[in-house]
């Protein structure tokens, strides 16, 4: 089994910034995908950003140049900073792990921008 722990969340100004983390723990493979989901009111689940374990990136157009993915495979952590926030990125954000054909989701964590 895998679980997966996000932390980080909370509330913000616009312009401001934030660090979600998301811990893996559990039967980890070498080879995963770790990607970061949100959903905000109202609207669907998209893709925010996702990392392989080699570190290749994809972000959604919409972040692209204000958030960055990242992450340490030694602690099977995924990690997403947040700079540059808007309203709009208001959302519950998930953490995803793939790996071999399954994939695993986090709890999510809140991130509230004001303006």
């Known amino acids: 089994q895998v679980q997966l722990v996000e932390s980080g969340g909370g509330l913000v100004q616009a312009g401001g910034s934030l660090r979600l983390s998301c811990a893996a723990s559990g039967s980890i493979f070498t080879l995963s995908i770790m990607s970061w989901y949100r959903r905000a009111p109202g609207k669907q689940r998209e893709l925010v950003a996702s990392i392989t374990t080699r570190g290749s990136t994809n972000y959604a157009d919409s972040v692209k140049g204000r958030f960055t993915i990242s992450r340490d495979n030694a602690k099977n952590t995924v990690y997403l900073q947040m700079n540059s926030l808007k309203p709009e990125d208001t959302a519950l954000y998930y953490c995803?792990?793939?790996?071999?054909?399954?994939?695993?989701w986090g709890q999510g964590t809140q991130v509230t921008v004001s303006s």
């Open positions: 995803n792990l793939l790996q071999s054909v399954r994939d695993y």
